[in-house]
């Protein structure tokens, strides 16, 4: 007999402002304790140490993950000039100190050097596998590990503030996969004066904002309408070509099969789109031939 499985079945994606101290795992979590849902996942992990849009999925919404993740994301963070750290934020041990403290000129020439297509190497206590271990366990079990640089793509990246000699405050827009921490050191290193993240806080993650979010009380209380601010798993895809589709070619989508889609003008072959049919999310796939051929389909109900 296979075991019962828990939970109801949710579906759609809540958006959470993650206050400091909690993981991201701990997040997702305490949000199907909150909703009793049977899957949850999230999009994009928040260092335990920073706050802001963490996105979470429930059930169906699962499948549409990677578009958040392969999205655009916008932080804003303080950088505290004078250290480094084992960690590059506050959190980790003082490994390297400086008395050099840059003034806002030399720290808005330097940003020129981080904006565009740049190689990021990520910081040791990082979620990056090595050898089929995550860096930060290696690296907490006393382990040094060499990590090789990865390529970003970084849109944006302003100097706010500097209210004074030792912190500056950025805004940065940036691709997949960027380590915020990353660019704290390496400016440090650039500037001559060191430098590690103080404060981080993402802003927005793809589709999804702060204006959307709740916040983590509201899940700790179980909060009446906490379920009315899921919003659907087509939120997710957002750029996404939505085309529509039959009834009968729904049920073929369904099974896994190509189902012909209505397909606007001007969509090119091999184009990844979802379709629905009356409204409700089908299948996601690559529009070939007159057809949609699926990779992901949904089950919702």
């Known amino acids: 007999m296979s075991p019962t499985r828990r939970?109801?079945?949710?579906?759609?994606?809540?958006?959470?402002?993650?206050?400091?101290?909690?993981?991201?795992a701990a997040a997702v979590a305490k949000a199907k304790w909150a909703l009793d849902a049977r899957k949850a996942g999230h999009a994009g992990t928040l260092d335990p140490a920073a706050t802001g849009v963490l996105a979470l999925a429930f059930g169906e919404a699962t499948k549409t993950v990677p578009f958040v993740v392969d999205a655009r994301k916008a932080y804003r963070f303080t950088v505290r000039w004078g250290a480094r750290t084992s960690t590059d934020d506050a959190e980790g041990e003082v490994v390297a100190t400086s008395a050099a403290r840059?003034?806002?000129?030399?720290?808005?020439?330097?940003?020129?050097?981080?904006?565009?297509?740049?190689?990021?190497?990520?910081?040791?206590?990082?979620?990056?596998?090595?050898?089929?271990?995550?860096?930060y366990a290696l690296a907490r079990a006393g382990e040094s590990v060499e990590l090789a640089a990865r390529p970003l793509h970084v849109e944006r990246l302003e100097l706010v503030e500097a209210p004074d000699a030792d912190t500056a405050v950025f805004e940065m827009t940036c691709g997949k996969g960027g380590y915020v921490r990353s660019i704290a050191r390496d400016l440090g290193e650039v500037l001559g004066c060191l430098g590690h993240v103080a404060a981080l806080r993402r802003v927005w993650s793809g589709p999804f904002g702060l204006d959307q979010a709740v916040d983590w009380e509201a899940l700790e209380a179980r909060a009446p309408g906490l379920e009315a601010r899921l919003l659907p798993l087509q939120a997710a895809l957002e750029g996404v070509p939505?085309?529509?589709?039959?009834?009968?070619?729904?049920?073929?989508?369904?099974?896994?099969?190509?189902?012909?889609?209505?397909?606007?003008?001007?969509?090119?072959?091999?184009?990844?789109?979802?379709?629905?049919?009356?409204?409700?999310?089908?299948?996601?796939?690559?529009?070939?031939?007159?057809?949609?051929?699926?990779?992901?389909?949904?089950?919702?109900?």
């Open 7 to 24: 939970g109801r079945p949710v579906h759609g994606w809540l958006i959470l402002d993650k206050p400091a101290g909690v993981t991201s």
């Open 102 to 135: 840059p003034e806002a000129g030399e720290i808005r020439a330097a940003l020129a050097g981080f904006v565009g297509d740049i190689m990021q190497i990520p910081p040791q206590v990082s979620a990056v596998k090595v050898a089929g271990e995550r860096a």
């Open 242 to 301: 939505e085309l529509d589709c039959s009834e009968a070619a729904a049920e073929r989508l369904r099974n896994g099969n190509p189902g012909e889609v209505v397909v606007p003008g001007g969509l090119a072959g091999g184009t990844v789109a979802w379709a629905s049919e009356g409204g409700v999310p089908v299948a996601i796939g690559t529009w070939q031939g007159g057809a949609l051929h699926p990779s992901r389909v949904f089950v919702l109900g």
